[in-house]
């Protein structure tokens, strides 16, 4: 099946509306775990990327701390007929490992 983006959205999460808009776009899987992890530190930087096709909701977050020195990837992705979710997380240091692991064994 092709995915359909009815969402893509690059946006810092950087308000309490963004954080109010972003609630309501997300499943009930999704949104309470989501919602912990963002607001758990407010030290971090928070951008998200929310995908969505009829199947699968999909919500990318990005989460920089300058403070500390980090920046970390996320996952979470449900079924929308599935009540559970996925959820995978990664510094970003490793997503670019596993790019640079695709382009050279000519995966795309």
Known sequence: MERV???TTYQKIDSRSVISELRCRLPKQIRQAAMELIEADPSSDYYYKLLTDSAQIQLLLIEQNTNEDYTQCHC??????DRHYAYESLPLASVRMF??????CSIT
């Open 76 to 81: 979470f992705s449900t079924d929308m007929r």
């Open 99 to 104: 790019s640079e692991m695709a382009q050279q």
């Open 5 to 7: 983006e009815l969402t």
